[in-house]
Nanobody, 121 residues
Framework: QEQLVESGGGLVQPGGSLTLSCAAS????????IGWFRQAPGKKREGLAL??????SIFYTDSARGRFTISRAKNMFYLQMNSLKPEDTAVYYC????????????????WGQGTQVSVSS
């Protein structure tokens, strides 16, 4: 059974940092990709970062590039977030096998339950 479990969310002050974790299990990690998405209240879910475990390629959206870093250690996937802003407040999800279609990020794979990140002073 495929399973993704996020953790590490919380309340952080603007300018602060946070590292989210995603524990993946139940599928062949080395032949899949993992992505991080987020959804803010009243907004659509948006892609942030993707790591392709087959070749190691990494992709970021403009929202994440320069401030967020995706990485992997065995079955754990991380999203290091720096210089956080109030607009980064959202529920953050990891997902299996996301796709980038014409610049649009989408995933029909398994999703975790999400972890809340709140950026506020």
């Amino acid at each position: 059974q495929e399973q993704l479990v996020e953790s590490g969310g919380g309340l952080v002050q603007p300018g602060g940092s946070l590292t989210l974790s995603c524990a993946a299990s139940g599928f062949a990690l080395d032949y899949s990709s993992i992505g991080w998405f987020r959804q803010a209240p009243g907004k659509k879910r948006e892609g942030l970062a993707l790591i392709n475990n087959v070749g190691g390629s990494i992709f970021y959206t403009d929202s994440a590039r320069g401030r967020f870093t995706i990485s992997r250690a065995k079955n754990m996937f991380y999203l290091q977030m720096n210089s956080l802003k109030p607009e980064d407040t959202a529920v953050y999800y990891c997902t299996k096998d996301p796709s980038i279609l014409g610049g649009y990020w989408i995933s029909f794979g398994s999703w975790g339950q999400g972890t809340q990140v709140s950026v506020s002073s």
